[in-house]
């Protein structure tokens, strides 16, 4: 059974930086598409940036390019999201995504931009 767990989120001022860490376990992830979407207060789950295992492909929403990146830690099954200049706007849960036919999540992890 695939178990994501994320971590590093908090509160933060805006233009801050947090860096959240995805560790997965429970499969062989090579053929793993690993993602981020965040979800705020109301509103639906939004992508925010995904990678192949691998590393050669990524992906990141408009609204946060330039300022988010995403990288992997394959020795430690670790994603991680680099968060910089943060905007108030970015306040959400932040959840971890593994897909490979079917879609597993984490618990999310709580990110607050304070302004």
């Known amino acids: 059974q695939v178990h994501l767990v994320e971590s590093g989120g908090g509160l933060v001022e805006a233009g801050g930086s947090l860096r959240l860490s995805c560790a997965a376990s429970?499969?062989?992830?090579?053929?793993?598409?690993i993602g981020w979407f965040h979800q705020a207060p109301g509103k639906e789950r939004e992508f925010v940036a995904r990678i192949t295992w691998s590393g050669y492909n990524t992906n990141i929403a408009d609204s946060v390019k330039g300022r988010f990146t995403i990288s992997r830690d394959n020795a430690n099954n670790t994603v991680f999201l680099q968060m910089n200049s943060l905007k108030p706007e970015d306040t959400a849960v932040y959840y971890c995504?593994?897909?490979?036919?079917?879609?597993?999540w984490g618990q999310g992890t709580q990110v607050t931009v304070s302004s």
């Open positions: 429970g499969d062989t992830f090579t053929e793993y598409i």
């Open positions: 995504n593994a897909h490979r036919v079917v879609d597993y």
